[in-house]
């Protein structure tokens, strides 16, 4: 079965980084597209970042210039850089690997980011 084990989350003051891995089994993340999400209690799952099969990667307006999105194929891994880390940033971070296209039906357990001000 996929599963994706995210690590890295912990809390920080604003104007911090922080890097979020995604360590995968039974899917590569080379030849699929994968993504970061972020779920804040009572309020929508929100995309964050993705990376296509083709390494396109796609980035929410609020993030952009601040996070990058990256993967290690020789250690089937994605990585979310996270800089200059704002309060309103704190939320659970999701990892979600896709079977087609960018259709994001495995999803991991999270990993809480708390950015302090």
């Known amino acids: 079965a996929v599963q994706l084990v995210e690590s890295g989350g912990g809390s920080v003051q604003a104007g911090g980084s922080l890097r979020l891995s995604c360590a995968a089994s039974e899917v590569t993340v080379s030849t699929n597209c994968m993504g970061w999400f972020r779920q804040v209690p009572g309020k929508g799952r929100e995309a964050v970042a993705r990376i296509t099969t083709y390494g396109v990667t796609l980035y929410a307006d609020s993030v952009k210039g601040r996070f990058t999105i990256s993967r290690d194929n020789a250690k089937n891994t994605l990585f979310l850089q996270m800089d200059s880390l704002k309060p309103e940033d704190t939320a659970v971070y999701l990892c979600?690997?896709?079977?087609?296209?960018?259709?994001?039906?495995?999803w991991g357990q999270g990993t809480q980011v708390t950015v302090s001000s």
């Open positions: 979600a690997a896709s079977s087609f296209s960018c259709s994001f039906n495995y």
